[in-house]
């Protein structure tokens, strides 16, 4: 382990934006982490997973420790259920594709998602009808207060829908070091009721779907809508659903009336942010190296060598364009750094 100076973090944000890490760790193990974590010398730490959930809009003068602690372990199992610890660097989709190979179920609704186990939590991700915290037992976290490391179970992350306690009473307090899955080994609970995943399932011409086959479909959907950062550089969805009351909605229906949603509660529903934003006529937009892109209205893109400012700037203009339209504010997913 040692400290680097003036590095690059392009290769390090999946949106592939240029910006200098005044300084730079990659920590491969616990002891290194708290090593780098006792240093006085860089009070200011910035925490970097798979760089999937960010947008670099400056250089960033901080110490940035890249959490890169490897490994997958089978805690317990019986005949029905498997614990699967895996550490923090772990990359998501290939954790995902481990299990499939063994045979474990529950996150192959998550397939193809990008970033890493460790940062998986913290904003509880989701896709197709499945959400992180319905296979998720426990995270280990060190704190960047007393590096201790604490246990934190199901209820004790508090998830909602793109949320957790790390996003917000504990936010930027832990580095998630690992995390802990119960999955099905046999009898697998399927989730192939959201739409596209049916009649994806319907092209491949299967009827009795294993887990294995929808990952498959996932992945299969998600290459058809959605760009590979690794050729276009983006982070995915850039904007949260708006969650709105049936109020909201009603006079939303009354200019809109074909408005898609789904609900939430008998109170409130989901508008789809991405509906919102190719109504507000900036689905395929591209402004030179940057723009919206074409399949997805939610995905914000680089095309090549766009600044993290100019994404940032689009993103206000949308914001602003969709709440002047529909009087409906939506906000950021990713990290704005
Ligand atoms: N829609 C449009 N235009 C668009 C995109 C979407 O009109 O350009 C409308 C359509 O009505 C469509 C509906 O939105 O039927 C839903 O679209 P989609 O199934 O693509 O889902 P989403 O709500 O846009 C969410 C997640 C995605 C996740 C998909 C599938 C959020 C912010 N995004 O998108 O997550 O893959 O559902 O479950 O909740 C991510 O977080 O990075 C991500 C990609």
């Keep these: 382990m040692h400290i680097q100076h003036d590095i690059s973090l392009k290769p390090y944000n999946t949106f592939g934006i240029e910006a200098i890490a005044k300084h730079f760790v990659s920590v491969s193990n616990i002891s290194e982490l708290k090593e780098v974590l006792a240093f006085n010398e860089y009070p200011d730490k910035l925490i970097l997973g798979g760089g999937s959930n960010m947008l670099l809009t400056k250089n960033q003068n901080k110490l940035v420790i890249h959490v890169n602690l490897k490994g997958i372990e089978i805690l317990s199992e019986n005949d ?20 499939m190979k063994n045979n474990f179920g529950g996150i192959e609704n998550l397939s193809l998602i990008p970033g890493n186990v460790g940062t998986s939590p913290i904003q509880n991700i989701g896709a197709y009808g499945v959400e992180l915290k319905d296979t998720f037992i426990s995270c280990s976290a060190i704190s960047l207060e007393n590096l201790s490391i604490y246990n934190f179970d199901k209820s004790a992350c508090n998830f909602g829908y793109r949320d957790s306690i790390f996003k917000k009473q504990e936010k930027d307090k832990f580095i998630i070091t690992s995390v802990t899955f119960k999955f099905s080994k046999r009898n697998h609970k399927l989730h192939v009721n959201y739409g596209t995943i049916a009649s994806e399932l319907e092209i491949m011409n299967i009827s009795n779907p294993t887990i294995q086959d929808i990952s498959k479909a996932v992945i299969s959907i998600r290459e058809s809508k959605l760009p590979n950062p690794k050729i276009i550089g983006n982070s995915g969805s850039f904007f949260k659903n708006p969650v709105i009351s049936i109020h909201e909605f009603e006079n939303l229906l009354q200019n809109f009336p074909e408005a898609p949603s789904y609900s939430v509660s008998d109170k409130e529903v989901k508008i789809p942010a991405g509906w919102l934003i190719e109504k507000a006529g900036f689905k395929g937009k591209r402004f030179g190296d940057y723009g919206v892109h074409k399949n997805q209205a939610l995905v914000l893109v680089n095309y090549g060598e766009a600044k993290g400012s100019d994404i940032l700037k689009l993103s206000k203009l949308i914001q602003k364009t969709v709440f002047r339209l529909f009087n409906i504010s939506i906000e950021a997913e990713v990290n704005i750094l």
């Design 80 to 99: 029905d259920f498997v614990h699967v610890k895996a550490n923090a660097g772990e990359n998501w989709h290939e954790f995902v594709l481990w299990c």
